[in-house]
């Protein structure tokens, strides 16, 4: 009985094994199909290819210098290498079409590119899921793009990244945090996306970054600023378009290694900026378009590393304001100011003849008359003067003659009398000018007959 047991196990294992060998096999299924690798466009080729849809277009050439290319014949027979594109958002004219998904193809042929820029709504995940092999890239801008969530995630990987511009790009809070694994991003530019406080909590997440813009951002308040405070690396911070409160600027000034400051277009009074009155090692301070008038700068200690100043469309820098500046800042080597409705005297320039290594300085507004001229006459060391709103005569040009460095002068009305002209055919260091829209038509023929290799812009 279990011999007969056995012998139909037996049977029936063997019986199995011959039904299985006699099967039809199952097909293998086929290994699945490798993506092929895009054909290599010679670099000349794609030069073209790039122009044609009005990129702009960087290349390294054999001597190791980058240049921006206007034309691709430039490069013709010439080994480069790219080192810059930027897409535009649509074709050049007169077509002006928005460019398509396809024409972002020929990124699969830039994986090398250090710099690259983005612009448009054409611009989805993915165009951006093609970045994937940029292992070298360490500048990007994106500008009025549609992205989500795995292009963020795509940018956070970018091993090399160290300059990040998003405008207009649909980032918020959330995806703004998916960039902090970018601990090699040294420059940061946000503007205009509905980012809030939170989001910004993510700035003291990137050891290294230096510079920082924010602008258009319409939801922040000064806890953002108290997260800028924690960048400990900042050198440069920029805004534009966010309505400034005094605590912002108390959370700036605690940025001790600020080296560039500047807050255009913010409703700021003299009594507001005094934070920055700290910062010990700043050496360029934008406030154009704000209140500011100078007299801030009457309390602020010497700041000899401060170089460049622009009050461009503010409040009006008075005598006392001019003082306070020649002051505090001594070493001072670029200035724009706009004059006070007063005017000024030509008293406050007394304190400018210390004023060194002024080099270019610009004054906005009526004021500027033969007196101040003959002051001005005495900042020997300028080479660029704008004093669009003076009212001169020949005794004024005579006068600022005397800046043998002098090259570039804008004046709006600039006399054109037969003194004057005679004083401005002297005048040979002169190279360029620059004159109001509204000045008489008979203004170029008259200036280029007294000194015929002077280069003349007439405003629009």
Known sequence: MIFAAALAFLFLRTGGALAASNATPAPVPAPPAATPRPVRIPPQQLLEKLRALGAEVWVKNPLGNVVQVKSAAEMAGTKFTFSRVDFPAQTPAPDEKPLTVSDYDLLDHLADLPELGLNGETVNDAVIAKLRPFKLLHSLYLGDVKLTAPSFTLIAGLPELRDLQLRGTGLSDVTLKMLSPLHK????????????????????????????ELSELEKITPIAFAHVAECRALKS????????????????????????????????????IQPLASLSKLRALDLSESSVTGGAFASWPARVDLTSLNLHGAGGVDDAGFKNIGRAFPKISEMTVKLAPGGMSAAAFVSFRHLANLHSFSMDGPGVSDQVAAELAHCETLTALAI??????????????????????????????????????????????????????ETEFKLRGALPNLEIQRAE
């Open 185 to 212: 991003l040294r420059s940061l530019h946000l503007a205009g996306d509905a980012l809030s406080d939170d989001g910004l909590a993510v700035l003291g997440q990137f050891p290294a970054l230096e510079e920082l």
């Open 388 to 441: 669009p709103g003076a009212q001169l005569t020949e005794k004024g040009v005579a006068a600022l003659s005397h800046l043998t460095h002098l090259t570039d002068l804008s004046i709006d009305a600039p006399p054109i009398s037969d003194p004057a002209l005679k004083v401005f055919g002297r005048w040979k260091t002169l190279k360029s000018m620059h004159i109001g829209k509204d000045a008489v038509p």
């Open 237 to 272: 911070f920029y805004s534009s378009g966010i309505t400034l409160y005094p605590r912002m600027l108390e959370y700036l000034g605690q940025c001790r290694k600020l080296e560039s400051v500047a807050l255009s277009d913010a409703v700021l009074k003299d009594a507001d």
